[in-house]
């Protein structure tokens, strides 16, 4: 991922992002695609997910990562922290 890329601010602008992490189609990817159910993503992919994030500027809690099952909700994490940190 360009670490330079403006962050994403529509869900299908986060949706993009997040299939270039994980390397999936971006139709996978809807508010309910379970991460670890619908697209089989293991912790390591997921940790990978999280410094991508962070490279935008986002810092989102470890402890809310574990929290967080499908892509809809990593989208409203995101969201929430971004408007923090800007």
């Not at 996978?28 to 940790?47: A, G, M, Q, R």
């Amino acid at each position: 991922m360009d670490e330079t890329a403006a962050s994403p601010k529509t869900f299908d602008e986060f949706k993009h992002f997040i299939a270039g992490i994980l390397l999936v189609p971006e139709e996978k990817l809807t508010p309910e695609t379970s991460f670890t159910d619908d697209l089989y993503v293991d912790s390591l992919k997921l940790v990978e997910m999280a410094l991508q994030i962070e490279k935008l500027g986002v810092t989102i809690p470890t402890e809310s990562y574990w929290e967080i099952q499908t892509v809809g909700e990593a989208f409203e994490a995101f969201k929430n922290h971004r408007d923090t940190d800007i």
